[in-house]
Every structure is written in structure tokens, then in C-alpha cells.
């Protein structure tokens, strides 16, 4: 099962490569784990598991730039710094623009390597630290009431308080009230703050919000 701990996760088909990496990476403390194929990675990772992959381009059976459209595929986010021995521009460039963070040519520098892995695992705890902070922000918002969440709504179009009530058919004071406790539930300090809290959500990240929402939008 996988762990717990960010681990490199090094896939390369020649031996000798898996060995000298993982020689080099285990001597400054990190913890390596190395596949001679793209198949033997993928079955073991899923979203949760922690840490960068280290990924040759030209594998057997599935190569490197394949094996990181499946990993999207399935919602596995981690970092890649790719490695190769046979690399050109174009190559570079659709790994790059696929999400990878970095693309180096061998024979490479033992320096240049190190800092792309902490740079890659630097924006995997990054990345992780986000997901778990807008899951918190998700918890919250199921936690508001139908009303709550009508309230929301309007509040996320830029309306006022007294035009919230007259689409919703109740008073200002019951609009008032569940305004009250949605920014409570949220754990918002102002309008503002409610929108990104909001915003963050990805059920509400499809909104464009028609004015910017401030304080005035709570009157």
C-alpha cells in the first residue's frame, strides 16, 4: 500500500539510471522508490499519495508523456521533473505545457537535479496544503441550510440585502438572519472574504461575479 511519507517515485527503464538516482537522492535524505515501467507506477500511485515523480520520456510499452495524460487522467496531480536522454524542444515544450515542472537532458548535473526534486515536492505539500483547505471550505458550505445557501447566491450576484428578500418572498430581517449564519458557518469576516471562501468551491468557480462584492452588498 502506499505510504503516507512524500516519496520520489523514479521510473526509468535502464537499471543503471534507477540505481545512480536513487543513490544520489537516498544520500541527502530523501526517500526513493524507483519502477523500471510506467505501468508498475501507475498501479501504485492514487491522488493521495505524497511526493514528485522523476520520469524518463521514452519507456517501454507506455512512454513518459503518455504515462502523464494518464496520471491526469485519474486526478494524480503530482509533480513531474522529466529526464531523457533523447529530448528535443518540441518534446520539452508539450511535457511543459502538460504540467510538468521541469525537463532535464541527460547526462545532468547531480545540482540540477536535487533542485528540481525540492522544487517538486515544495509544490506537492503546496498543492496538497490547498486541496485540504478548500475540502474544510466544502465541509462548511454543506453545512448551510437551503435557505443559507439562496442567501449565498445572492449575495455571490451582488445584490442587496432588500432585493434578496423581495426574489426570496421573505422579509429583510429572515435574510438578515441567514446571513448572519451562513458567515458564521463560512467562517467569513465580510462580504468579501465570504466571495472567495465561496469561490473556492468548485461548484461556485464557474460564476463570474457581475459587480465586486464589499461591504455595501450586506446593507
Known amino acids: 500500500m502506499p505510504t503516507h ?33 510506467a505501468q508498475a507506477v501507475l498501479d501504485f500511485v492514487t491522488p493521495q499519495t505524497p511526493g514528485c515523480l522523476i520520469l524518463d520520456v521514452r519507456l517501454p510499452d507506455m512512454d513518459g508523456l503518455t504515462l502523464q495524460r494518464r496520471l491526469k487522467e485519474q486526478d494524480i496531480r503530482m509533480p513531474i521533473v522529466f529526464i531523457t536522454g533523447h529530448g528535443d524542444i518540441p518534446m520539452a515544450v508539450r511535457a511543459l505545457s502538460e ?9 545532468f548535473g547531480d545540482q540540477a537535479l536535487l ?48 432585493l434578496i428578500a423581495r426574489d426570496l418572498d421573505v422579509s429583510v430581517r429572515t435574510v438578515e438572519i441567514h446571513r448572519s449564519n451562513l458567515m458564521q458557518k463560512m467562517g467569513a469576516k465580510s462580504a468579501s472574504h465570504l466571495a472567495r471562501l465561496a469561490l473556492a468551491c468548485s461548484e461556485y468557480q464557474h460564476r463570474l461575479l457581475p459587480t465586486t462584492i464589499n461591504e455595501k452588498s450586506l446593507s
Do not use: Y
Request: no cysteine.
Open 5 to 37: 511519507k512524500p516519496h520520489i517515485h523514479l521510473v526509468d527503464d535502464d537499471p543503471d539510471v534507477r540505481a545512480g538516482v536513487s543513490l544520489l537522492l537516498k544520500s541527502e535524505d530523501f526517500h526513493v522508490r524507483a519502477f523500471a515501467d
Open 115 to 162: 533542485e528540481a526534486v525540492s522544487h517538486a515536492l515544495e509544490r506537492d505539500a503546496e498543492q496538497r496544503a490547498g486541496a485540504q483547505e478548500v475540502a474544510h471550505l466544502q465541509a462548511r458550505l454543506d453545512a448551510l441550510t437551503p435557505r443559507e445557501r439562496d442567501v449565498l447566491e445572492g449575495l455571490l450576484d451582488g445584490q442587496p440585502n432588500k
Open 99 to 107: 504540467g510538468a515542472l521541469d525537463f532535464l537532458e541527460k547526462p
